[in-house]
């Protein structure tokens, strides 16, 4: 057997890489950036890319209608890969009455012959691929379809493999064939796997020119590769074992892939191998690949795992999830696996947010057209995309900063300026069995962005139903209220502002156009109680979305945080300090260009008063004196310390008179609403009585104008 030794596939490397470095006209279109490092993507273009598709077989042979409609339909709905395989796998039916339509010339008794390729098939090979990259595709290519090669059907697998000595002319191949397990010729030893005997190298010489073959004619910067998909690794039995056989012939075909880059002025190719049979650990301790492939269920561990250890791209080669069930765009239900529609959107979706960039939607492809029920939710998956890719290269996972969520999955992305987190109700809920979440709150903490506001979209996967909100984040923490929801929860998070963004200034030209402006408390001014109702006014603008801070900082939230008002002009907080300190209100709204401004103004906090005779209770809303244009008002008062109960509120048109209003006893109540006020422009009187704690009937006055 050739060996390479291990200083030469280093020299190898190193100068494939110098070459890349010294060649400035060659630009690498899908690439792994950030080798090596918690931020490692892969990019296209010099873009994070995220990558979703259908999977198709032998998808690059040659080109039908079908095939030109399926691009379109990738373009329409933002699809951009395909996964498949270049050997036939599943026979040769497909090319058959095609010229050319053989990987491999046939010699005069009709068998292959594995030294003579057919150049007519490779021409059209590379066009296809051409024509993917041209719609802006990307493809996964497997150099060798492990499944295929040693399962036995008729027009499938080791029955249609060129490798088989029944099918070719090539004596180096007569001593493979798979063996049996259990009596079944099925799931057994990999025959691609079995290396040159007494020291014949033709075999595996024959393995590398295909695989250089393929290289050839498909390396055209939007491919990614796969050394063999669902490769047993096993020595004959059945017992699924890895061996220093295996891990030769894996290194030697690494090699390969090495060697074409530098026969290629230091072309890079991003290779991995599907590690999902035999020893994936072993697999994975080999030098040499760039991502890391797993063709079974995605456990959220070991997705998180794999990236954290290795640092490199995670690609899930099939859409299996944690419940080990392999999700397909089809409706209808399939023995003991149930496909939905909203299965493969929750499946993308949340491994979007584990930072896995690639996906395969299961359904039709050449002449299939179920999955055509995939273009709305293909389009959505796009547009969360884009809701994060602009910030995805500084994007680490971080659901280590979600400190409280209603539901026992978690996933979570996080840069300085924007979120992905998906909530996950749980694999148990799979079998198509609603799980219910009612309302709650998702906490976060630990967050870089700027303290501000936050525009937050919700959606649901299993409805593709949409929303919008906005939140404030403060000293990297953020609160956000959820409705209720069923399924899961995806939810994207994206700073627009922060405490100095505010800009008050008018528009462009003519005269300062008016601005909202709050109202009462009188700007400057004490607090009169600890209770305290804030009103304001748009003054005319088209100001929304209103959130009011209340603070022992400019610009802090750390005594009050509204949460988003609406259309409120009004707010009323009954737990201030007593104590004299300053106190800063910020009053975040929308201007008529949807960007948030502010009102900044202070207050300094009512001082608390001991019990006496010369103490007394203290009207804090409506500020006494003020101006009532509301028929509808909710007057709020302190006891400032006094011991007081049974209070009794009186509203009349002269000094201690009730012939507008007459509450009776509001014992312990420290607020009231009147509705039905006369709004005419006269003036009204009001009297608080109170039961002080030496039994006396006492009385607070105030006088209130009122605009017509």
Known sequence: MIKIHKYRVVLLTLLSWSLLLLNPGFAQELRVENPGTD????????????????????????????????????????????????????????????????????????????????????????????????????????????????????????????????????????????????????????????????????????????????????????????????????????????TKRSEAWIKEIIDTVREWELEHSGKKIILGMDASRGNPEAIRSISGFDIVLWGLHHEHHNVLGWRSRLQKPYIPDESWDSNKLKWDYAIAAKGDHVYAPHRTRKYILKMMADKVQTANVYGGFNGDKSNRNFNPDASRIREIWNLIVNDYSEMRVAEGKIDFAPTRGRHMLASDKAAYVYLETGVHVENGSAAHVSGSTLKLSGLTFP?????????????????????????????????????????????????????????????????????????????????????????????????????????????????????????????????????????????????????????????????????????????????????????????NGVNATDWWLFIGRRKGGRDIYDSRNLHHATSHKVIGLPINGAPFYLTLWYRHSDGSWRTISAIYETVK
């Open 39 to 242: 931020k490692v993507y892969l990019s296209y273009d010099g873009k994070p890319v995220f990558a979703f598709g259908a999977v198709a077989d032998e998808f690059f042979e040659y080109i039908t209608p079908s095939m030109r409609e399926d691009i379109a339909w990738f373009q329409s709905t933002g699809q951009n890969q395909v996964r498949g395989y270049i050997d036939p796998v599943f026979g040769w039916l497909d090319v058959e009455g095609i010229p050319g339509g053989y990987h491999f010339q046939k010699d005069s008794r009709g068998n292959f012959d594995l030294d003579t390729f057919n150049p007519s098939f490779w021409k059209r090979i590379q066009q296809n691929i051409q024509a993917y990259k041209d719609a802006g595709i990307l493809l996964q290519i497997s150099f060798f379809e492990g499944a295929g090669h040693y399962q036995i059907e008729k027009n499938f697998g080791w029955n249609v493999n060129y490798w088989n000595p029944e099918n070719n002319s090539n004596s180096y191949t007569n001593g493979m064939k798979p063996t049996q397990c259990n009596g079944r010729n099925s799931w057994t030893d990999e025959p691609m796997r079995q290396l040159e005997e007494n020291n014949d190298p033709r075999l595996l010489n024959s393995q590398k020119r295909w695989v250089k073959q393929i290289l050839d004619h498909s390396a055209l910067g939007n491919t990614y590769y796969d050394i063999s998909h669902e490769m047993f690794l096993q020595d004959g039995g059945c017992q699924a074992r890895y």
């Open 451 to 639: 303290d501000g506001v936050v525009n937050v979209s919700f959606y649901h996967p299993s409805s593709g139903r949409k929303s919008t909100d906005i939140a404030i984040v403060s000293d990297g923490s953020l609160s956000l209220s959820l409705s209720s929801f069923t399924h899961d929860l995806a939810i994207i998070l994206r700073a627009t502002g922060s405490k100095d963004e505010s800009d008050n200034d008018p528009d462009d030209g003519g005269d300062v156009n008016p601005q909202p402006s709050i109202t009462s408390p009188v700007p400057g001014t004490q607090l009169s109680g600890s209770t305290v109702t804030w009103r304001w006014s748009s003054n005319e603008t088209r100001a929304s979305d209103w959130w009011l801070f209340i603070g022992t900082s400019e610009g802090k939230s750390d005594v009050y945080d509204s949460g988003n008002l609406h259309h409120a002009t009004s707010q009323t907080f009954s737990n201030l300090p007593i104590n004299g300190e300053q106190l800063y209100i910020t009053l975040w709204h929308r201007d008529h260009r949807r960007a948030w401004q502010t009102i900044k103004t202070t207050y300094r906090a009512v001082e608390r008063r001991t019990d006496g005779r010369d103490g007394q209770p203290i009207l804090t809303s409506p500020v006494p004196g003020s101006r009532i244009s509301d028929s509808t008002v909710t007057w709020d008062w302190s006891t």
